[in-house]
């Protein structure tokens, strides 16, 4: 096998953490002698063993003089875990492949330094451009503290969000509406606005999925409009967070009072939070206004084939001046789900 096939395996195993790192990286590594692999590991649970320990216990003394290929720069510092620079240093590791630098300024390069320092071997850059796509999220969470945004939305083939303002239209099938499922359990949170909440009253939790995490569910109600008895606020099937202007008394619901509740300032309080994956399933407004702002990484468009006319409301009412990028479109079940990513 090539170095690039061992990383490959690696950014494999990195996968295998997936939805369960946050606000983590998902890391893979795989330890080698010759053609032989003699030790791997992922990142399998926030606040567990990192890639690189995991995988130096599976190789144990062999890992004296082998060569480790890891997907993200191992860390310098001890947070829930110890520092895995110290644990290859300790191993006596002869050459460290590292896919991408991590952008976290605990560690931005300090990692690699120190590998350096004692005497390893270090080669950055190998599978990069596919460690960095692995980490979008993480990345990006990092960068702008704001969690990473994905706006679903279902429309008609007219591009109709609902058949008239105000009222609840159902337009996709069944399968989407577990893959919605799906999605949700996928995400540190969800968020709607005060009319989602008036007028569906969802309980915007994951019903259908294997997984049963349930994501904070975060609400904007900025002029506190939502009525106390709404399903959110009482039924306690997963967290709930209010973000508003006004202090309100609600049993088991976190409220953040701010005194300019704008996306800007709700995300960046978000990311405070260690919220890192935020999963907007609101109407037109806020999806103008996430689009608008420049806050969506990545759309979900869920198509359904039939016409709702004039009269219902459009996804969005102005147009956005970025565009973006068709990564997958698929058939599911009745209805075709369009993903993309922002240029």
């Known amino acids: 096998m090539t170095d690039q096939q061992f990383m490959q395996f690696a950014l494999q195993l990195a996968e295998t953490g997936k939805n369960q790192t946050s606000p983590n990286p998902l890391v893979g590594c795989v330890i080698t002698k010759g053609e032989d692999i003699i030790g791997f590991g992922a990142h399998l649970k926030a606040g567990d063993a990192h890639a690189e320990v995991n995988a130096l216990k599976i190789a144990g003394d062999k890992a004296k003089g082998a060569n480790v290929y890891v997907t993200l720069e191992p860390c310098n510092h001890i947070g829930q875990t110890g520092a895995c620079v110290d644990a290859l240093i300790t191993a006596q590791v002869a050459h460290v492949f590292v896919a991408t630098l991590d952008p976290n300024p605990l560690v931005a390069g300090k990692g690699a330094r120190r590998l350096e320092e004692a005497g390893i071997a ?17 990345f990006h969470f990092i960068s702008q503290h704001q969690p990473y945004v994905t706006l679903k939305q279902a429309i008609s083939l007219d591009g109709k969000i609902t058949a008239s303002e105000g009222e609840q239209t159902f337009i996709t099938g069944k399968k989407v509406k577990e893959d919605v499922h799906l ?11 005060t009319n ?13 999925s294997i997984t049963k995490k349930q994501p904070v569910r975060v609400i904007i109600d900025r002029f506190g409009k939502i009525k106390a008895n709404a399903t959110v606020f009482t039924d306690h ?8 202007t006004a202090p309100r008394d609600l049993p088991n619901v976190r409220v953040f009072v701010l005194d300019n509740c704008s996306l800007g300032n709700i995300l960046r309080r978000l990311a405070d939070e260690g919220i890192m994956t935020l999963y907007v399933e609101a109407g037109c407004g806020i999806a103008d206004a996430f689009l608008q ?17 004039d009269s219902a409301l459009p996804m969005v009412t102005s147009a956005l001046p970025r565009p973006f990028t068709f990564d997958e479109v698929t058939r599911i079940g009745e209805d075709i789900k369009i993903t993309m990513t922002l240029k």
């Not at 270090?122 to 993480?138: D, H």
């Not at 999605?183 to 606005?193: E, F, P, T, W, Y």
């Not at 997963?238 to 508003?244: D, N, R």
């Not at 702002?293 to 006319?309: E, H, N, S």
């Open 183 to 193: 999605a949700r359990s996928q995400h540190d949170a969800i968020l709607v606005g």
């Open 293 to 309: 702002q420049g806050f969506v990484q990545k759309m979900i468009t869920y198509v359904a084939p039939k016409l709702l006319g």
């Open 237 to 244: 099937a997963a967290p709930t967070w209010l973000f508003t």
């Open 122 to 138: 270090v080669s950055v850059g190998l599978c990069e451009t596919e460690a960095k796509a692995l980490n979008a999220p993480f």
């Open 196 to 208: 989602t909440v008036c007028i569906d009253d969802p309980s915007l939790t994951n019903r259908l």
